[in-house]
């Protein structure tokens, strides 16, 4: 056994005795970095990593094409990095998704805020309940802000439809912002609720997400039209 592989060991067993609450984001990177870098010892790039990206939630963030151009990783390297994060949004969203009665406002908005765990552009997702508040689904309806031309007012009428949804709540994120809504957000999820509205559809909350925060418009009071989100 070389004397990496017995610093590698000493690393993992610490980590299946304590956990990574102990370990610098530096430790944690190279933790991962054992599992595409053999027989290497992985410190150095991890501390190069970090330095350059800022933390270890800016390597993990960062796109593969800026990755793969730090000496020492590889594609496959790069690839598992960017996969930490869109394995752990699948498993976030994976786990809300045993829950299928959101009676509340706030269970909707717990629901949906684990689909833009790490998401690095502006989402929008709609989540179909029908008349029990049970969940029929919940798809994304397209990328951009909500008030961009990319967002189409018809398709999120027509997803609503298409699940037969009695009440619907929309979701989309600022990923580089604060969860504030704009007042360009307001005025098209004006134009949304009563398009919505005119198909029978209620439109119970459109909700911005920030990181792990988020802002519900219902509950700050919005008024959309003579329709006020309840």
């Given amino acids: 056994m070389s004397m990496h592989d017995g610093h590698r060991q000493r690393i993992r067993q610490r980590f299946h005795d304590e956990g990574l609450d102990h370990f610098t984001e530096y430790q944690v990177l190279e933790l991962l970095l054992f599992y595409t870098i053999p027989r290497k010892d992985t410190n150095p790039l991890a501390h190069i990593l970090i330095d350059r990206f800022g933390s270890l939630a ?3 963030e960062a796109p593969m094409e800026e990755l793969v151009k730090v000496e020492g990783v590889s594609a496959n390297t790069a690839t598992f990095l960017h996969l930490i994060t869109d394995v752990g949004r699948y498993y976030l969203v994976n786990r ?3 829950c299928t009665i959101l ?3 706030e269970k909707c908005a717990q629901y949906m805020v684990p689909f833009f765990f790490g998401r690095r552009v502006e989402t929008v997702f709609l989540l179909c309940l029908d008349a029990k508040c049970k969940v029929l689904c919940c798809k994304e309806v397209g990328e951009g802000s909500v008030n961009s031309a990319g967002i189409s007012v018809r398709k999120i009428v027509e997803t609503a439809l ?4 009695t009440t619907v709540v929309l979701a989309h994120n600022h990923p580089s912002g604060v969860a504030l809504p704009s ?3 307001v005025q098209t999820t004006r134009r949304i609720a009563m398009a919505l509205k005119a198909v029978e559809v209620n ?3 459109h909700i911005v997400v920030a990181d792990d925060d988020y802002v519900s418009m219902a509950q700050s009071g919005q008024r959309f039209d003579d329709c006020l989100l309840i």
Avoid at 162 to 165: D, E, G, M, R, V
């Fill in 162 to 165: 298409a699940a037969n949804a």
């Fill in 96 to 98: 809300t998704m045993q």
């Fill in 58 to 60: 800016q390597v993990l």
């Fill in 203 to 205: 439109l119970a909350d």
């Fill in 183 to 185: 007042g360009e957000d």
């Fill in 103 to 105: 009676p509340t406002l």
